[in-house]
């Protein structure tokens, strides 16, 4: 029984910020490494990644402390979606 998804913790209170890549036209400037736009707990990170527009929402990332195995230290648009439907489960 301990090997489900829903038996991994998570913890959601652990610190995290925000972060934004830079853009030209809706794409990610490589070039350019990332700036942060806010910080707090992973929780609130999740929770102002999902308010913004799902059209730019490839341009945001959360950078937190790994949790293995759900959470890695930076996380991609797509985890964090993830994460935020796992959210309502726990």
């Given at each position: 029984?301990?090997?489900?998804?829903?038996?991994?913790?998570?913890?959601?209170?652990?610190?995290?910020?925000?972060?934004?890549?830079?853009?030209?036209?809706?794409?990610?400037?490589?070039?350019?490494?990332?700036?942060?736009?806010?910080?707090?707990?992973l929780?609130?990170?999740?929770?102002?990644?999902?308010?913004?527009?799902?059209?730019?929402?490839?341009?945001?990332?959360?950078?937190?402390?790994?949790?293995?195995?759900?959470?890695?230290?930076?996380?991609?648009?797509?985890h964090?979606?993830?994460?935020?439907?796992?959210?309502?489960?726990?």
């Amino acid at each position: 029984m301990g090997d489900g998804v829903a038996d991994s913790k998570v913890d959601f209170g652990a610190l995290a910020a925000l972060h934004k890549w830079p853009s030209l036209a809706n794409q990610r400037r490589l070039d350019r490494q990332p700036y942060q736009i806010s910080e707090g707990t992973l929780d609130e990170c999740i929770s102002a990644f999902m308010e913004k527009p799902t059209a730019t929402r490839h341009l945001y990332e959360i950078r937190t402390v790994a949790q293995p195995p759900l959470v890695t230290g930076i996380l991609s648009s797509e985890h964090v979606i993830e994460l935020s439907r796992l959210r309502e489960f726990l």
